[in-house]
């Protein structure tokens, strides 16, 4: 059984940057999807950025691109957000989440519907 626990989240001031942590436990190999998501009221939820942490290029939704970089360190089973120049728009709650997969990579995990598990989300608030 996959867990995940994300991290990192706070709140900063635009411009800012944080990094948030997915710590996951259960990876039974890395053939797996693990992405990012977020949700604010109102809204709906969104993809971020997504990997394969069996390798090949990640993912980033252009609403990010540019700001936020995804990354992996599968010897800690850990994926990254690293979030940078923080926009007020970017206040959201975000959510790890990660999906078994034979094959795979970002964009085919971006694409992914039914995420299996998921994390509690960590908030973040961006002020103006």
């Known amino acids: 059984q996959v867990q995940l626990e994300e991290s990192g989240g706070g709140s900063v001031q635009a411009g800012g940057s944080l990094r948030l942590s997915c710590q996951g436990s259960?990876?039974?190999?890395?053939?797996?999807?693990v992405g990012w998501y977020r949700q604010t009221p109102g809204k709906e939820r969104e993809g971020v950025a997504f990997l394969y942490l069996d390798g090949g290029r990640p993912h980033v939704y252009d609403s990010v691109k540019g700001r936020f970089t995804i990354s992996r360190d599968n010897v800690k089973n850990t994926v990254f957000l690293q979030m940078n120049s923080l926009k007020p728009d970017d206040t959201a709650m975000y959510y790890c989440a990660a999906e078994g997969a034979p094959i795979g990579s970002g964009i085919t995990c971006a694409l992914r519907s039914g995420y299996s598990y998921w994390g509690q989300g960590t908030q973040v608030t961006v002020s103006s």
């Open positions: 259960g990876y039974t190999d890395n053939k797996y999807c």
